[in-house]
């Protein structure tokens, strides 16, 4: 791919914590680790304790296999696992067991859409390995904290490490990329994407004239679409000072919002990769991954095209909910509960929901807030019992507290005024009210939207406003005729 001279290069290591029945990957200790307390999740297996054997989750396998279908890789004849070796707190055996020689998939790819149109991220290999343990910093960042503790309930979980080749140029590229994967996993229920660290990058990056630099400990897609603009910066500040970037592995303080030096980077020799010698080679029956294929569910690109031609929604509409695969389903239950315009169903939970929804990552939907409760926000909507600007207003009342909408119109007076006679009256108030805009209005049709204005206003926007304005003309024309 060309580049210009000063063009970055990206390339992803990401790793995806596979949903495996709740047991790690070479043990039975319970992969449900967050919330728990430290280093109670472990056994000999995780720890590698003298004499503790390993054994395959199978479970492990069959997902790795879905993925690499889904991306249309290459699925390895034989399942081979290699040690690859480094000394860290966070491995407890002083090596990794993962693969090397022969990963579970090669090749592949995945599009993204780019300012530029569609674009594709070749991926050059998945492996299944295990999660290392965790770091814990008491003082929030490796810069702060005076010593570091170390969780190894994370030790052993099943991991997936998805590693793309150098095609991305721009930290939004990367991050287009991190959201389109997370997509695929979910609807092929590899991973529970919500779950903190479930899906995490390193992130490797160079500028022509430098050496490639890997950054870690980057959590969570925005962050990595910030390491990456300050390492751009960085490395382009030091190629203007006439100095080159060495290779070396670089720490993303989420904190201060740089990267930290931590080490010299590894060459492969430095891992002294080798066969893991108590888990032997097995064959991956053929017919395991036709039934794996014939399996696959509706993809993400395949989603959006049915979306759109299902529910007669825009693509662009159609990708935000796709994006996230909860998002959709929500939608869809939603969509059969209403039967109204599903495209103002879209915009709603794209417009209005999601933006309360965003800062819990998704975690109210289908628990505080519910497909029927959004479904009769619609209806009442629909049926005039409540204005746009009510609906909109509803959404946070919605996220936030779960309560049914019916009951929020009540405690938050929000039933639309539609009886004639009542909304009369208080037309007749505000007309008396405004004698100055009542002479301009006699003289200039226009100014009729000012005293429609104050009856919304008076009405703290309940007043159907058809109706409203209808009733402002009526008792005008009353007025010029005498009538009144």
């Known amino acids: 791919m060309m580049r210009t001279a000063d063009q970055a290069v990206i390339g992803l290591e990401v790793h995806v914590q596979v949903n495996t029945l709740r047991s790690k990957l070479f043990c039975s200790c319970s992969s449900d680790y967050r919330g728990a307390g430290p280093n109670t999740h472990i056994c000999p297996v995780c720890l590698g304790l003298p004499g503790s054997l390993p054994v395959t989750n199978e479970e492990a396998v069959r997902k790795a296999i879905q993925l690499c279908l889904a991306i249309g890789g290459q699925v390895a004849r034989v399942l081979r696992f290699d040690r690859k070796h480094y000394f860290y707190p966070d491995l407890p055996k002083n090596y990794q067991i993962t693969q090397y020689l022969e990963p579970i998939c090669r090749g592949g790819s995945i599009e993204i859409e780019t300012r530029s149109g569609v674009k594709r991220i070749r991926i050059r290999r998945i492996n299944i390995e295990e999660d290392p343990g965790r770091i814990v910093y008491p003082g929030g960042s490796a810069h702060n904290s005076p010593y570091v503790l170390v969780d190894y309930n994370r030790s052993g979980v099943a991991l997936l490490e998805v590693v793309t080749e150098p095609d991305m140029r721009s930290p939004e590229e990367a991050f287009a990329f991190l959201e389109k994967l997370r997509s695929i996993v979910e609807h092929l229920g590899v991973c529970d994407c919500g779950l903190e660290g479930a899906m995490r990058a390193d992130a490797n990056v160079s500028i022509e004239g430098g050496e490639r630099v890997e950054i870690k400990n980057i959590t969570g897609f925005s962050e990595v679409k910030r390491a990456l603009a300050y390492e751009i910066t960085r490395q382009r500040d030091l190629l203007l000072k006439g100095q080159r970037p060495r290779r070396e592995t670089r720490h993303w303080d989420h904190v201060r919002k740089v990267t930290l030096p931590a080490r010299t980077k590894e060459t492969e020799e430095d891992y002294r990769y080798m066969p893991e010698p108590n888990l032997p080679p097995i064959p991956i029956p053929e017919e395991l991954v036709e039934k794996l294929r014939a399996s696959l569910p509706e993809l993400p690109d395949a989603r959006i095209d049915r979306l759109a031609r299902q529910y007669g929604i825009r693509r662009e509409v159609a990708k935000v909910l796709v994006s996230r695969k909860v998002l959709a389903d929500f939608f869809e239950d939603a969509a059969r509960l209403y039967h109204g315009d599903k495209r103002r169903l879209a915009h709603y939970v794209v417009n209005d929901l999601l933006n309360w929804l965003k800062d819990e990552e998704l975690r109210p939907l289908y628990t505080r807030v519910k497909p029927e409760h959004v479904a009769r926000v619609m209806q009442l ?71 429609v204005g104050m009856v919304m206003r008076k009405t703290r926007g309940r007043a159907d406003p058809v109706l409203a304005r209808r009733l402002v003309e009526e008792e005008l024309r009353k007025l010029a005729s005498g009538r009144a």
């Open 381 to 451: 909507l629909d049926e005039g019992v409540i204005t746009i600007r009510q609906a909109k207003e509803l959404a946070e009342h919605l996220v936030k507290r779960g309560v049914e909408p019916e009951r929020l119109v009540e405690e938050l007076g929000f039933r639309r005024i539609a009886d004639e006679d009542r909304l009369r009256t208080i037309v007749q108030e505000v007309l008396r009210e405004n004698p100055k805009a009542v002479r301009d209005a006699l003289k200039n049709p226009r100014a009729v939207n000012f005293l």
